[in-house]
């Protein structure tokens, strides 16, 4: 990964520059395209726009569109450290944290979008902008220099295999649902909730539930799947100085494939057992 690409991932912004910043026509580069929620090799469309000739569009699904993946730090990184324990553990990585922090809208499920991509081979010498966009309305812009020579799609090889599409496509987030929570007074110190589906693969239906947590460092997650419905029990977890008391921590995804997922009941408590009225859950899909 570039310089470019690890900064950017420290403060949630796409890079300005490609990596690498000087290619010639024909190789891969990849392009650090900011905290993006619906980038999909599959839905972006990508415009190459030399300072001279004509523009060239790959729409979406060119094979020379080759992944769009979401990069996280380490959880052990002087970032994620710093941050849930108030304190530097490397150079500024509090300060850092923070700033990220406060760049997602305090949403703690922090990751770099990484689009790789073929540049066409009659692209010229000189300056190139690449625009994406996605139906959703997201867009990143980021330059390189074609310089002059042959070049070289990159086979990505490994020790064992070059990588394939399909490793690519593995590496992307699949479609999910994304479950967050909203309180009329106190942010509560646990949250219970149920849902139901359809059957899953195992009772008739298709797919099967995975409930995922993004950082489990922000909260304590249980949850269990009968095949017709969900439970997931959420505990938060220690605050640190840097953290004020927020739902978005309590936010987790499900995925899996199971149909029709609804939320059947909740229930949320302060951290001596009391109820906690007014908490709310909302299901939205991401494709």
């Known amino acids: 990964m570039s310089l470019v690409l690890f900064v950017a991932i420290t403060t949630s912004c796409a890079g300005t520059r490609t990596f690498h910043e000087y290619a010639r026509a024909g190789d891969t580069v990849a392009l650090g395209a900011g905290w993006k929620h619906n980038f999909d090799k599959n839905n972006i469309t990508v415009t190459f726009t030399p300072d001279s000739g004509g523009s060239i569009t790959y729409l979406q699904g060119d094979s020379a569109i080759r992944g769009s993946i979401n990069m996280y730090p380490d959880p052990l990184s002087g970032l994620v450290t710093s941050y849930v324990t108030g304190i530097n553990q490397t150079s500024n990585a509090l300060s850092n944290s923070i700033f990220l922090n406060t760049a997602t809208g305090f949403d703690p499920d922090w990751w770099q979008t990484v689009v790789f ?171």
């Not at 938060?236 to 987790?252: R, V």
């Open 117 to 287: 991509l073929d540049i066409p081979t009659s692209m010229p010498v000189g300056n190139v902008t690449i625009d994406i966009v996605n139906p959703q309305g997201e867009t990143v812009s980021s330059t390189f220099e074609v310089i002059p020579g042959a070049g070289q799609v990159n086979s990505f090889s490994t020790d064992i295999a070059p990588l394939g599409n399909d490793q690519f496509d593995s590496l992307a987030r699949i479609p999910h649902q994304i479950v967050e929570f909203s309180a009329v007074q106190e942010v509560p110190y646990a949250i219970e909730v149920t849902f139901t589906h359809d059957p899953d693969m195992d009772n008739g239906g298709s797919g099967k539930v995975f409930v995922s947590n993004p950082r489990s460092e922000s909260k304590n997650m249980l949850w269990y799947d009968d095949g017709l419905s969900t439970k997931v029990i959420l505990i938060k977890d220690h605050q640190t100085g840097n953290e004020s008391p927020n739902l978005k921590h309590f936010k987790f995804y499900i995925v899996g494939g199971v149909n029709n997922i609804q939320v059947s009941s909740i229930a949320a408590y302060d951290e001596n057992g009391a109820d906690v009225q007014g908490v709310t859950a909302s299901l939205s899909t991401t494709q």
